[in-house]
Every structure is written in C-alpha cells, then in structure tokens.
C-alpha cells in the first residue's frame, strides 16, 4: 500500500495550489477517501472527503466555499484544488481512506503547503 502526495509549496495569502495523491495496492475505488492536514503543534484533521463514486462531497467548515476534492478511479489519484488559501491553511497535506482503520498504517510522507506573504 502506497499513498504519495504531491503538489504542495508556498504561496501567498489568496492564491491557489491542487494537490494531488496516487494510491496503490489497494481497491481504491471501493473506498470512501480524503484530504487530512496537520499544522505544527496541532492534532491531524480531516479537511475534505468524498465517496467512492465520486460523489457525497464534505468539507470542514474552514474550508468549504474554497477548497474542492476529486477523484478519479481510473487513474488511482484524488485531488484537493484550494482557493483564496489563507495563511492558517498551512500545513503538511495527506490523502488516506476515511476513516483511516486499517490505512492507518499505511500514511505517505505528505505535501507542505505554506501560506505565507
């Protein structure tokens, strides 16, 4: 099992980054699978959501009206697009099933993504 997250970076108050997560050896498309993010000195938080079909979005009240998941099952990969990214959007990025359960050991390295002027 594999999750690799990539796409991450600095960028200044207002811009936009998309984040993308390619899984492997797993059944992705059978999987509920999400976007979680851990700021220093912060527990992990799980930010966007969706089903395996690609729809039944949800999004943390943070994020919502900004930040838009997606998935393609095809290809293994889900993608976070964030918008109009504020600086208390910074944090290391993560991809894994929701709820994590048995991917728990399995989390990739993560994507930075620093809001900063």
């Known amino acids: 099992v594999q999750l690799v997250e990539s796409g991450g970076g600095l960028v200044q108050p207002g811009g936009s980054l998309r984040l993308s997560c390619a899984a492997s050896?797993?059944?992705?498309?059978?999987?509920?699978i999400g976007w979680y993010r851990q700021a220093p000195g912060k527990e992990r938080e799980l930010v966007a959501h969706?089903?395996?079909?690609?729809?039944?979005?949800n999004y943390a009240d943070s994020v919502k009206g900004r930040f838009t998941i997606s998935r393609d099952n095809a290809k293994n990969t889900v993608t976070l697009q964030m918008n109009s990214l504020k600086p208390e959007d910074t944090a290391v990025y993560y991809c894994?099933?929701?709820?994590?359960?048995?991917?728990?050991?399995?989390w990739g390295q993560g994507t930075q993504v620093t809001v900063s002027s």
């Open positions: 050896g797993f059944a992705f498309s059978l999987y509920r």
């Open positions: 894994n099933t929701v709820p994590p359960g048995w991917a728990r050991s399995y």
């Open positions: 969706l089903g395996s079909a690609g729809t039944s979005t």
